[in-house]
């Protein structure tokens, strides 16, 4: 799975992500990726996510929108909702991480999984690719 | 505040950590290097958050170092099927794509969804219907096969012959 948030100089914010889903899948199979709120969302109340690893845990969590719940309605930062709500997946043995942005420009990743592939850029001139 | 910001990720790419070599990890970088210089190139020239986070998804579902477009993972059957997603913080809208099979960039096909249609979500035949139509690029389905995921879709069913379980799917290979 690869994806991409994005805060541009107006002020918003979109995501988006895309996948093969799992190795041998059957029956149709599909995983958080294309479900809006679980893998994918982008709102700018809150934040927007991108998030990679083990579907069905995103899904039954609707992983991005408890992120941005915990930020909407309990007013925690988005570092501290993607690091609860990865803990969460974590304690119901799921594996993965998400990426995100604040609609201000903060960036925050959270993995639970070594091995993710994730890199940022903004324009004070950071430039940084990192495997987690 | 006029600045931007641009974050991606790659999952876990084509290998395991424990099984990527320096140099395979290197072309990843490289790919995830290329991705950032594509989405930073629209924000720092004023463009969407919404062109920015498609170019940089679309540069790394063409490059087979990661489980999306061409290098995506093998289903049981042997074929390729594609999920996508895009959404637009300030309007809400959103586009979405499963099962594809047809679509060189399945991002593109999500944000067609999301400006030319009334839906959210489409998936299957009627998805790659959609495409055709919508006149994105078509590719065949063997376009997104490498011999890696092929190798990796060979190990995965030895060992699901062993086990017996139909859903013995190793997370590991997503």
Redesign the interface.
């Known amino acids: 799975t690869v994806g991409a948030v994005a805060r541009d100089t107006s002020g918003n914010i979109a995501a988006a992500t895309s996948t093969g889903g799992l190795t041998g899948k059957r029956f149709g199979r599909v995983g958080d990726t294309a479900v809006i709120g679980a893998g994918t969302l982008a709102d700018i109340r809150t934040c927007a996510v991108s998030a990679t690893g083990a579907g069905e845990f995103y899904i039954r969590t609707a992983a991005a929108s408890a992120i941005a719940a915990r930020m909407r309605f309990g007013g925690e930062s988005l570092q501290v909702a993607a690091d609860a709500v990865q803990a969460e997946i974590r304690e119901m043995g799921g594996s993965g991480g998400v990426i995100a942005v604040a609609p201000d420009g903060t960036p925050a990743w959270s993995f639970n999984t070594p091995g993710m592939y994730r890199g940022r850029a903004r324009a004070d001139g950071t430039l940084e690719i990192g495997i987690y | ?13 084509a290998m ?2 424990d099984t ?1 070599s320096a140099e395979q ?1 290197g072309v ?2 490289q790919a ?2 290329r ?2 210089q594509a ?2 190139a629209v ?2 020239s ?5 062109d ?3 170019a ?2 679309a540069v ?2 063409d490059d087979p170092g ?4 061409h ?7 042997g074929s ?11 309007t ?1 809208e ?1 586009g ?4 594809t099979t047809r679509t060189r960039n ?2 593109r096909l ?2 067609a969804v999301m400006e030319r249609s009334p839906h ?2 489409l ?2 035949s009627g998805a790659d219907e959609f495409s055709r139509d919508s006149g994105l690029d078509q590719v065949e389905n063997s376009y ?1 096969e490498t011999d890696e ?1 092929r190798m ?2 060979e190990r ?2 030895e060992r ?1 012959a062993g086990s017996g379980d ?2 013995d ?3 590991k ?2």
Do not use: Y
């Open positions: 505040m006029t600045d931007w910001t641009l974050v991606i990720h790659g999952g876990s790419g395991s950590r990527i990890d990843q970088r995830l290097s991705a950032l989405g930073k924000l720092a004023s463009g969407s958050a919404v920015a986070v498609e940089a998804v790394l579902e990661f489980n999306a477009g290098g995506a993972v093998f289903n049981a059957a390729i099927e594609l999920d996508a997603a895009i959404m637009d913080g300030r809400l959103a979405a794509v499963c099962g399945p991002v999500a944000r959210v979500l998936q299957g997104f995921r990796q879709l995965m069913r699901a139909v859903f799917i190793d997370v290979f997503g």
